[in-house]
Protein backbone atom coordinates (compact mmCIF):
# COMPACT_ATOMS: atom_id res chain seq x y z
CA UNK A 1 0.00 0.00 0.00
CA UNK A 2 0.92 3.43 -0.67
CA UNK A 3 -0.49 6.73 0.71
CA UNK A 4 0.15 9.96 -1.15
CA UNK A 5 -0.17 13.51 -0.22
CA UNK A 6 -0.06 16.46 -2.71
CA UNK A 7 0.68 19.94 -1.11
CA UNK A 8 1.58 23.35 -3.13
CA UNK A 9 -1.73 24.40 -4.74
CA UNK A 10 -2.63 28.02 -4.45
CA UNK A 11 -3.91 30.68 -6.54
CA UNK A 12 -1.70 32.38 -8.50
CA UNK A 13 -1.33 35.19 -11.62
CA UNK A 14 -1.01 34.57 -15.15
CA UNK A 15 2.59 34.08 -15.97
CA UNK A 16 3.44 32.54 -12.58
CA UNK A 17 4.93 29.82 -11.42
CA UNK A 18 4.12 27.05 -8.58
CA UNK A 19 5.49 24.06 -7.39
CA UNK A 20 3.57 20.74 -6.46
CA UNK A 21 4.55 18.59 -4.31
CA UNK A 22 3.56 14.91 -3.40
CA UNK A 23 4.93 12.70 -0.29
CA UNK A 24 4.92 9.02 -0.88
CA UNK A 25 4.64 7.05 2.51
CA UNK A 26 4.72 3.42 1.82
CA UNK A 27 7.63 1.04 0.45
CA UNK A 28 9.71 0.40 -2.46
CA UNK A 29 9.25 4.07 -3.67
CA UNK A 30 11.73 3.93 -6.11
CA UNK A 31 10.21 1.30 -7.84
CA UNK A 32 7.04 3.46 -8.42
CA UNK A 33 6.07 5.41 -11.28
CA UNK A 34 4.72 8.71 -10.27
CA UNK A 35 2.43 10.88 -12.49
CA UNK A 36 0.66 14.14 -12.11
CA UNK A 37 -2.96 14.37 -13.15
CA UNK A 38 -5.25 17.84 -13.21
CA UNK A 39 -9.11 17.26 -13.66
CA UNK A 40 -10.55 21.10 -14.79
CA UNK A 41 -14.61 21.02 -13.80
CA UNK A 42 -16.55 19.48 -16.32
CA UNK A 43 -13.77 18.14 -18.00
CA UNK A 44 -11.48 14.81 -17.64
CA UNK A 45 -8.84 13.75 -15.62
CA UNK A 46 -5.91 14.69 -17.76
CA UNK A 47 -2.16 13.13 -17.54
CA UNK A 48 0.21 16.32 -17.24
CA UNK A 49 3.40 14.46 -16.71
CA UNK A 50 5.09 11.28 -15.45
CA UNK A 51 8.44 9.55 -14.02
CA UNK A 52 9.21 5.96 -13.33
CA UNK A 53 11.87 4.29 -11.90
CA UNK A 54 14.41 4.89 -14.59
CA UNK A 55 13.66 8.48 -14.93
CA UNK A 56 11.92 7.60 -18.32
CA UNK A 57 9.57 10.85 -18.45
CA UNK A 58 6.26 11.71 -20.32
CA UNK A 59 5.11 15.26 -20.81
CA UNK A 60 1.91 16.49 -22.28
CA UNK A 61 1.85 18.81 -25.17
CA UNK A 62 -0.23 21.17 -23.27
CA UNK A 63 2.83 21.68 -21.05
CA UNK A 64 6.14 21.16 -22.31
CA UNK A 65 8.25 23.78 -22.42
CA UNK A 66 6.66 25.35 -19.25
CA UNK A 67 6.20 22.45 -16.59
CA UNK A 68 8.79 19.63 -15.41
CA UNK A 69 8.83 16.72 -12.72
CA UNK A 70 11.32 15.58 -10.75
CA UNK A 71 11.53 13.33 -7.90
CA UNK A 72 13.59 13.16 -4.55
CA UNK A 73 14.45 9.57 -3.86
CA UNK A 74 16.03 10.63 -0.29
CA UNK A 75 12.84 12.51 0.59
CA UNK A 76 10.11 9.83 -1.21
CA UNK A 77 8.72 13.22 -2.95
CA UNK A 78 7.90 13.60 -6.26
CA UNK A 79 7.41 17.91 -7.81
CA UNK A 80 5.65 19.15 -10.19
CA UNK A 81 7.37 22.47 -11.28
CA UNK A 82 4.61 24.63 -12.89
CA UNK A 83 5.97 28.02 -14.73
CA UNK A 84 4.43 30.63 -17.57
CA UNK A 85 1.01 29.62 -15.60
CA UNK A 86 -1.78 29.53 -17.74
CA UNK A 87 -6.02 29.99 -16.89
CA UNK A 88 -6.53 27.19 -18.27
CA UNK A 89 -4.08 24.93 -16.13
CA UNK A 90 -6.47 25.90 -13.59
CA UNK A 91 -7.89 22.48 -12.06
CA UNK A 92 -7.43 20.04 -9.20
CA UNK A 93 -4.30 18.32 -9.68
CA UNK A 94 -3.66 15.08 -8.53
CA UNK A 95 -0.52 12.62 -7.64
CA UNK A 96 -0.73 8.77 -8.86
CA UNK A 97 1.64 6.20 -8.66
CA UNK A 98 1.73 2.64 -9.46
CA UNK A 99 4.35 -0.31 -10.81
CA UNK A 100 4.56 0.40 -14.60
CA UNK A 101 7.65 1.68 -16.84
CA UNK A 102 6.86 4.51 -19.44
CA UNK A 103 9.59 3.59 -22.14
CA UNK A 104 7.53 3.84 -25.86
CA UNK A 105 5.10 6.00 -24.12
CA UNK A 106 4.17 9.26 -25.08
CA UNK A 107 1.03 10.14 -22.95
CA UNK A 108 -0.12 8.62 -19.47
CA UNK A 109 -3.99 7.92 -18.88
CA UNK A 110 -5.94 7.70 -15.45
CA UNK A 111 -6.23 3.84 -15.93
CA UNK A 112 -2.60 3.14 -15.94
CA UNK A 113 -2.66 4.21 -12.14
CA UNK A 114 -4.00 2.47 -8.95
CA UNK A 115 -2.70 4.85 -6.34
CA UNK A 116 -4.02 8.44 -5.76
CA UNK A 117 -3.71 11.49 -3.63
CA UNK A 118 -6.62 13.65 -2.81
CA UNK A 119 -5.52 16.57 -5.05
CA UNK A 120 -4.38 20.41 -4.47
CA UNK A 121 -6.32 23.17 -5.81
CA UNK A 122 -4.40 25.30 -8.45
CA UNK A 123 -6.41 28.58 -9.75
CA UNK A 124 -4.79 30.39 -12.35
CA UNK A 125 -6.35 34.16 -12.88
CA UNK A 126 -5.54 36.11 -15.69
Known amino acids: QVLLVESGGRSVQAGGFLRLSCAVYGDTYSSYCMAWFRQAPGKEREGVAA???????VIADSVKGRFTISQDNAKNTVYLQMGSLKPEDTGMYYCAADFRTLEGRVWIDPSDFGYWGQGTQVTVSS
Open 51 to 57: IDSNGVM
